[in-house]
């Protein structure tokens, strides 16, 4: 029976290690990158940006599936949040896979777990910005959606979000088609009004900004769903896209035009994204640093990863933690499972070897 016992402890210990240790083994090489510049260096931003985690809603997936890579990203995030404690957490877009097809029941559950998933001490803000499957593209948006996630979650549209004197400016990607629609003039002018905002905070001195007090000013920081154009991750400085695939502008990545008008309101000095569920660092058409943040969930990406981001207002750091494989739970439940086989086949052999044994003294007795 030992072989047994054997057996089951070590199924037992790769279990436990897969689920419950693994992430904070592969988390522990994740560090905070160090800002260049000795001003504002005792009190930087630790800013960790994730992107499309796709919470899978009641139509699409199998509950496996639902089941098992929600829970590896609850484990992960809740390990990267306890070893590396943000300031502030940023979730770019596609938090949920059906958010455009549910209706207020569903999406109810939805954001609950997604609150439990990414779930976070008092005083840590979990800023969500929004994208296609949350409120749905240029074509599909519409008022009930986006006025829906603005009320569970804060953010539908253009927002200037300012923590330790950052400005980040958060932008509804699918809001940038500069058509004429409701959803794009009220974003052209939200972009208008930021960008008065930040004129005034870098010139307080002009008259029609000394009634208004301002933060102190630093270049903003861009967070949207959608990357800025570029034709595609050959451009990237590094990526990890298994194939190269040419980008549509207005589906992939944003209009060229929507980029300069980013540029000549904002004149941001750092860009996050996600929308292609892979990782790419690039620099972009404002020529400013951009980082493509991978997918979260195996669902879009076996090898996720996420960014961290150390921020003060003249400087910036920007490092990629890679999170848990996939093919490394894999390989160590095939491991664990290799090592049961091993020990049924040599408890079988010994089985055997002890019946023949028995066999042939039966028949050596009965011979004489």
Known sequence: MRWIYACFVIVL???????????????????????????????PLRTMVIADPHLLGPHRG????????EWHMKRSFQA??????????????????????????????????????FNLPAGIPLISVV????????????????????????????HLYTIKQIHF???NSMAMEADGCMFCNEAEQALKTISNTLFCMQHPHVAECARTRRHPYSQPIIMQHFPTYRI??????????????????????????????????LKPRLAFAGHSHYYCHNINRLGIDEYTVSSFSWRNNVNPSFMLATITPDDYAVSRCKMLPQQFVINSYLSAGIACLVLVACQLKKYWCRRR???SETVHLKQH
């Open 62 to 69: 199998h509950w496996m599936d639902k089941l098992y890579r």
């Open 13 to 43: 210990c790769a279990i436990i290690f897969c689920e419950y240790v693994a992430d904070f083994v592969v988390l522990q090489n994740c560090k905070w990158p160090e800002i260049r510049r000795k001003k504002y260096v005792d009190d």
């Open 80 to 117: 990267a949040s306890r070893l590396l404690q943000p300031d502030v957490v940023f979730v770019l877009g596609d938090l949920f896979d059906e958010g455009d097809m549910v209706n207020d029941k569903h999406f109810d559950s939805y954001v609950i777990r997604y609150l439990q998933m």
């Open 232 to 265: 595609s991750d050959k451009v990237c400085r590094e990526h990890d896209a298994p194939h190269i695939e040419a980008f549509r502008e207005r589906y992939h990545v944003l209009s060229k035009e929507a980029t300069d008008t980013i540029g000549d309101l």
């Open 357 to 359: 044994l028995t066999t």
């Open 131 to 158: 994208g296609n499957h949350d409120v749905g593209f240029h074509h599909r948006m519409h008022p009930f959606f986006t006025s829906r996630f603005e009320h569970y979650l804060n953010y539908s549209m253009v």
């Open 169 to 171: 400016v958060m932008i």
